[in-house]
Nanobody, 125 residues
């Protein structure tokens, strides 16, 4: 069982940066592939970024590639999402999620067994 708690969201202006954190409980965090998703009002939840359990492989949605960076610190049971050059269309609730151990990075929700509650990111123009 893994519990995930996101933090770091807020209200920023276009062009600003923000860093999200996702703290995980449990002693097996280092075995989980982690993903970041987001959901804007009236829209479906979409994949943003993912990172393998060791952190050596990352994958991004085209919409955030070259602006966002996902990383993890397994010693701190935490995964991060550094968001740069934010745009109004990045406004959403951002959620982190964990797959079962030793799996690939998936861009759809089904393989992710554990989810946080989300943190709101609002980007004003």
């Amino acid at each position: 069982q893994v519990q995930l708690v996101e933090s770091g969201g807020g209200l920023v202006q276009a062009g600003d940066s923000l860093k999200l954190s996702c703290a995980a409980s449990g002693r097996t965090f280092s075995t989980y592939t982690m993903g970041w998703f987001r959901q804007a009002p009236g829209k479906e939840r979409e994949f943003v970024a993912g990172i393998s359990w060791k952190g050596e492989i990352t994958h991004y949605a085209d919409s955030v590639k070259d602006r966002f960076v996902v990383s993890r610190d397994n010693a701190k049971n935490t995964v991060y999402l550094q968001m740069n050059s934010l745009k109004p269309e990045d406004t959403a609730v951002y959620l982190c999620a964990a797959t079962n151990p030793y799996t690939a990075i998936y861009t759809f929700q089904t393989p992710y067994a554990y989810w946080g509650q989300g943190t709101q990111v609002t980007v004003s123009s």
